[in-house]
């Protein structure tokens, strides 16, 4: 079965769970900027979690399907359709052979993610189908989708799942981000702390899958020893020379010489996923054991949700 590209969207890729294990060999694991959503889209069709999926930013792709296929699609409100039939977020949706599927612009997030039931039919490199746009490889040729592409799915090997309503709610939580201390941490006084869990940034247009270049109070270090050049996790919030945080996301730099003065904790980098130029955003610190059981806690969410 083939899927032809008829609109590609203003950034539309194929990501799946990620890349992991080669940020020594300076490659970035890449993969969906909010896991969570591609894992609904996934677990909707009855696909394994991580199959590869498209993930389409801030507007929507146009998609003629050869053949009959069930999708999903989750993540930022999006108005979709089939023809004139509306396609609902979060549920399985039976397209039929020859439709399009036309999915507009993101109207309270940056990304929202189409699965379709057998997964997306790619070529893995070191072991993920994510797009590494930066460094050409994995995905659909190493690139964004354009116009006149054709993706093959690939066999379904799927289970039936339901979803009881109102679930996702818990997902769309709008409190602070929560975060653990940098590495780095050390470095900034209490008071520039105090600061950046006090005081609302803004996401700027300069920001992308690498990082999210926040807006907003100046935090500066008190020590002035130039940094080493060092390793970098994901969810990091750096601090430049400018005193304006940013905040690394999948397709980030592994390595990088600014202080680390928090990281976001791996129960929330999906909330990071789906922020977009103009957000606000605030941090709330936590500690690494409540950074844990937030991951525990999700991580039951989300398989007690879903019943075969």
């Known amino acids: 079965m083939t899927i032809r590209v008829l609109k590609p969207g203003l950034s539309t890729t194929v990501q799946d769970g990620g890349r992991y294990g080669y940020t020594h060999l300076g490659i970035s694991p890449a993969g969906a900027a909010d896991s969570l959503s591609l894992r609904i889209a996934n677990l909707l069709v009855g696909n394994g979690e991580y199959a590869p999926a498209l993930?389409?930013?801030?507007?929507?792709?146009?998609l003629e399907f050869e053949e009959g296929a069930v999708v999903a699609v989750s993540g930022a409100q999006c108005d979709c359709k089939a023809g004139q039939n509306k396609v609902r977020a979060n549920e399985a949706v039976e397209?039929?052979?020859?439709?399009?599927?036309?999915?507009?612009?993101?109207?309270?997030?940056?990304?929202?993610?189409?699965?379709?039931?057998?997964g997306l039919d790619v070529p893995l490199v070191m072991g993920s189908a994510s797009t590494d746009v930066r460094g050409q490889f994995g995905g659909f040729e190493g690139r964004r989708l354009?116009?006149?592409?054709?993706?093959?799915?690939?066999k379904s090997r799927a289970t039936e799942v339901r979803r009881p309503a109102g679930v996702l709610e818990e997902v769309r939580s709008s409190g602070p981000v929560r975060v653990t201390r940098g590495a780095q941490n050390d470095w900034f006084s209490h008071e520039m702390y105090a600061k950046l869990l006090s005081t609302p940034y803004q996401v700027t247009e300069q920001s992308d899958r690498a990082g999210l270049r926040l807006q907003g109070e100046a935090v500066s270090?008190?020590?002035?020893?130039?940094?080493?050049?060092?390793?970098?996790?994901?969810?990091?919030?750096?601090?430049?020379?400018?005193?304006?945080?940013?905040?690394?996301?999948?397709?980030?730099?592994?390595?990088?010489?600014?202080?680390?003065?928090?990281?976001?904790?791996?129960?929330?980098?999906h909330r990071i996923g789906q922020?977009?130029?103009?957000?606000?955003?605030?941090?709330?610190?936590?500690?690494?054991a409540d950074a844990v059981e937030a991951l525990r806690h999700q991580e039951l969410w989300l398989k007690g949700i879903f019943v075969t």
Request: aromatic share 2%; with cysteine.
């Open 55 to 62: 993930e389409m930013t801030l507007l929507g792709a146009s």
């Open 95 to 118: 397209i039929a052979a020859g439709s399009v599927l036309q999915c507009g612009s993101m109207t309270d997030g940056a990304r929202c993610y189409l699965s379709i039931r057998g």
């Open 146 to 154: 354009k116009s006149g592409d054709v993706l093959r799915v690939g």
């Open 221 to 269: 270090p008190s020590e002035k020893t130039q940094l080493l050049t060092d390793g970098i996790p994901l969810g990091a919030i750096q601090v430049p020379q400018s005193g304006q945080p940013i905040i690394l996301l999948v397709d980030q730099q592994t390595t990088g010489g600014y202080p680390k003065i928090a990281n976001i904790i791996t129960a929330d980098m």
């Open 275 to 288: 922020l977009r130029p103009r957000h606000q955003v605030r941090f709330a610190e936590v500690s690494i």
